[in-house]
Each structure stands twice: as C-alpha cells, then as structure tokens.
C-alpha cells in the first residue's frame, strides 16, 4: 500500500479508486457499526474518503494506509457528533428563546386585558383623566387644557380614580408592567 500512498499524495486518481474499491467496506462497516444507520454509515464513508483526497497531501508514508484512513473515519464520525450535538444545543435555545417570547407576549396580553378590565370600571371622564395621567404621564395642567376642566377637577378626577381602584389589588403592578412594555 506504500505505493499507494505515494501514488494519491500526487494526486492520481486510478490509485485513489483502487484503495477506494479496496476500504469502502471496511470503512462502511466501521461506520455502520458506530451509528446503526445505512444512510448515515454510506454518507460519512463518503466524507472520509473525500477528506482523504482532500488531505492527501498530509499522509505518511510512515504509516499504514489503513491505519491512516480509519485514522480520517475516526475524526469524521467525532465530528459528526460534534455538529449534531452543536446543532441540538442550537435548536434548544432557539426553542427556549421562542418559548420565552411567547410567555412574554401572553403576559403581555393578560396584563393587557386586566388592566382594561380594571380601567372599565371607571366613568368615562374619570378613565380618561387617569388614563392620561398615569399611563400616558401628562400632567395636571396638560390634561386640564386638553380636556378644558380646572387642574383641580384633574387632581380630584385622580383621587377618585384611585381610590375606586383600590380595591383591585394588583392595578399599581399593572400600571407599571403597562409603562415598562411600552
């Protein structure tokens, strides 16, 4: 096989076949016994053969041919695995990412639909006043000249509000869940 060697460093493709045809069951075999899979076995005796051409310039002819070659089948498989466990380590956190995104759309929501529900509660001048003051962070005076009412009707509109609110418990975590995701 020492003239094999030589023959593939320089790059003749007769020699290549010839060790080819002479290893691949061997290979495939090695491979198929390692993974339990034709498909997967026949794809990687491929990989190696083709980094055995590829490097065909780093043998020795020092060494076996064979020794070298499962020396190459080796290296593929570990980085086959490699890859597969790079990939799936991938595909968790990308899994984890979206699944994180989408908890947070839904508390988004929820925060959402209860904030609406607590501000329902409210007259519609009393919501509106609020609504501008603490969720929308116009002061006193703005939301007077808007509303063309006195800033102390705003003030009073304000205290009203809270207090009506006060009963539902978890309005000031939502006020702030509210700001905070705008």
């Known amino acids: 096989m020492l003239n094999y060697i030589q023959n593939i460093k320089k790059g003749d493709h007769v020699s290549f076949e010839i060790v080819f045809k002479l290893c691949h069951k061997k290979v495939y075999a090695y491979f198929l016994k390692k993974t339990a899979s034709e498909d997967l076995a026949q794809e990687?005796?491929?990989?190696?053969?083709?980094?055995?051409?590829n490097f065909k310039h780093t043998l020795s002819e020092a060494h076996?041919?064979?020794?070298?070659?499962?020396?190459?089948?080796?290296?593929?498989l570990l980085d086959y695995f490699k890859k597969l466990a790079n990939d799936e380590r991938n595909l968790k956190l990308y899994y984890n990412r979206i699944s994180e995104e989408a908890d947070d759309q839904n508390q988004n929501f929820e925060t959402n639909q209860q904030l609406e529900v607590a501000l329902s509660?409210?007259?519609?001048t009393r919501?509106?006043?609020?609504?501008?003051?603490r969720l929308q962070g116009y002061s006193y005076k703005e939301i007077s000249e808007q509303l063309s009412i006195s800033p102390?009707?705003?003030e009073k509109h304000i205290s009203l509000a809270t207090k009506q609110l006060n009963?539902?418990?978890?309005?000031?975590?939502?006020?702030?869940?509210?700001?905070?995701?705008?």
Do not use: C, M, S
């Open 121 to 124: 509660l409210l007259p519609p």
């Open 167 to 182: 009963g539902y418990a978890y309005l000031p975590v939502f006020i702030l869940l509210f700001k905070f995701l705008r």
């Open 152 to 154: 102390r009707t705003v």
């Open 127 to 133: 919501k509106k006043v609020f609504i501008l003051n």
């Open 64 to 76: 076996e041919l064979d020794h070298q070659l499962f020396r190459i089948a080796k290296t593929t």
């Open 44 to 53: 990687l005796t491929q990989l190696a053969f083709i980094k055995l051409w």
